[in-house]
């Protein structure tokens, strides 16, 4: 029997089409690899913990036609039926279509216009198991077996998001690009990073990754560094959470939030209502993507009034009742707002902020969002 698409369709995808952490689910000859790979990283002393690899093609399938419908980028009737959903897409009504589907946009948590005009996609290497999301600790220097040292040598492809303590310049963007593998099997360290692997001459990306965590570990932390760690009253927001690395902010303090949704930036002002557990009004929490947004060490928060933007970058401004708003944007003290800026990455919106101009240097701050499904990427080089 078909059900009318609506918020009562989370709920089902939540139960019947969940998405897999486990590595026995992966694609069999791409698993064999990952094994590999993990063992190496676990046998040198890292610590390995996978956040998601086999995506759920039900799930993707509400995701894609959900967000096409809800923006009107298709006619409700026009939806491909899939075995195993009984969903009926089209009310009979355009508005009423289009309702039922932005219910399910909210509660997926999916990123809308003007931010992200694409539709999720149908087809991925997560969706066919032969691609995993993983954050790797170690402390002081791993290294790792010489005789794996030749096969650095090649190519191969690397998405990577570096957390605290690594700069920009360190690391390869998240949006996915070829990397040189270096020649040395050493690797100093003492934080953490998020890696996306894909069976690309597996085992040479995954010792680049390793690798390549050697530069963000050693850069050391400063003014200019785009840590998090540095700038803790700085976050990024989806919906009416924001995520800040502030373990104990006060109930009342004030939040100027920057919107990046459109063409210009609009200011509004919120404050934080309560400490955010659970996914109630905190899309970054669904249970697809809470555990590689919590990573950073990163503590959510409930702002009220709800904002009416999707995405926005915050900053703190304390608990007095009158704000310097052009105080609270120029966070490095230099007698100027910063440049805020969000883009898209493969899986992801990286978040910025900027002393001069975006690209020019360093950031000041800089924030990941994982959503958890594939988004076209357009986030520059620079970033």
């Not at 659970?278 to 590689?292: F, W």
Request: net charge neutral; glycine share 8%; with cysteine.
């Amino acid at each position: 029997m078909e059900a009318r698409s609506g918020a009562h369709w989370v709920t089902w995808a939540n139960v019947h089409a969940r998405n897999s952490r486990r590595i026995e689910d992966l694609d069999a000859s791409f698993r064999r690899d990952v094994k590999t790979f993990i063992d190496v990283l676990e046998d040198a002393g890292a610590r390995v913990e996978v956040s998601a690899n086999r995506r759920d093609p039900k799930h993707a399938y509400l995701f894609h036609w959900s967000w096409k419908i809800a923006n009107g980028k298709c006619r409700p009737a026009d939806a491909d039926p899939m075995v195993g959903i009984g969903i009926r897409w089209d009310h009979g009504d355009d508005a009423a279509s289009k309702a039922g589907a932005l219910e399910m946009t909210r509660g997926l948590g999916l990123a809308m216009p003007p931010r992200s005009i694409h539709a999720p996609g149908l087809t991925s290497n997560h969706i066919a198991g032969r691609a995993v999301d993983m954050t790797v600790r170690w402390d002081g220097t791993i290294e790792l077996p010489e005789k794996m040292a030749p096969r650095w040598r090649s190519r191969g492809r690397l998405t990577s998001m570096p957390t605290s303590r690594c700069t920009r310049s360190a690391l390869p963007t998240e949006c996915g690009n070829y990397v040189p593998m270096p020649r040395t099997g050493r690797s100093t360290g003492g934080n953490a990073m998020r890696v996306t692997l894909h069976p690309v001459v597996f085992i040479v990306a995954a010792t680049a990754c390793v690798l390549l965590m050697a530069c963000a570990s050693t850069a050391a932390p400063s003014s200019s560094s785009s840590t998090s760690e540095v700038s803790p009253s700085i976050g990024w927001l989806h919906g009416g959470c924001i995520a800040l690395s502030a373990a104990e902010v006060a109930v009342g303090t004030g939040v100027v939030l920057v919107s990046l949704d459109g063409p210009r930036q609009t200011l509004t002002s919120v404050r934080i209502s309560e400490h955010a557990d659970d996914v109630e009004g905190c899309p970054a929490l669904l249970e697809d993507r809470s555990a590689a947004n919590r990573a950073n060490a990163l503590s959510f928060y409930r702002v009220e009034p709800v904002p009416t933007t999707e995405l926005a970058i915050g900053v703190l401004s304390g608990r007095s009742g009158i704000v310097d708003v052009d105080a609270v944007l120029d966070t490095n003290d230099d007698g100027r707002r910063d440049t805020f800026t969000q883009c898209s990455t493969a899986e992801g919106v990286r978040f910025s902020v900027w002393a001069d101009k975006a690209g020019h240097g360093e950031p000041l701050w800089s924030g990941y969002y994982y959503l958890g499904y594939n988004v076209q990427p357009n986030c520059p080089e620079v970033y």
